[in-house]
Nanobody, 129 residues
Framework: LQLQASGGGLVQTGGSLSLSCAAS????????IGWFRQAPGKEREGVSC????????YYADSVKGRFTISRDNARNTVYLQMNSLKPEDTAVYYC???????????????????????WGQGTLVTVSS
């Protein structure tokens, strides 16, 4: 499975961006997909996660109400719509796939980077103040 993240760019505070994570080499149908971000000098952090079926979505508190994750399994693509962007959202954003699931995993492990098996190359989001 290969993942390709795209859609990053430069936007002003309060603006919006839509990130895409396109998969090839395998179907995304059985994978939970997470979006992570890493700002300079900081650890990689989980931002959002969507279950393999798309029926469940999860968000970090820092982005809740502003970001929306969705998936189109027919297109083998996952999206992250980011609204009301803030300078602190500036980071490289990565999508990742995990062949895992279950209530315990989603409750406690979904935002742990080491739980994910495949990673995209990252796309830079810069929010200017």
């Amino acid at each position: 499975l290969q993942l390709q993240a795209s859609g990053g760019g430069l936007v002003q505070t309060g603006g919006s961006l839509s990130l895409s994570c396109a998969a090839s080499g395998d179907t995304l149908d059985y994978y939970a997909i997470g979006w992570f971000r890493q700002a300079p000098g900081k650890e990689r952090e989980g931002v959002s996660c969507i279950s393999s079926s798309g029926s469940a979505t999860y968000y970090a508190d820092s982005v809740k109400g502003r970001f929306t994750i969705s998936r189109d399994n027919a297109r083998n693509t996952v999206y992250l719509q980011m609204n009301s962007l803030k300078p602190e959202d500036t980071a490289v954003y990565y999508c990742a796939a995990a062949d895992k699931g279950g209530s315990t995993w989603y409750a406690y492990r979904k935002f742990r980077a080491y739980e994910y098996d495949y990673w995209g190359q990252g796309t830079l989001v810069t929010v200017s103040s």
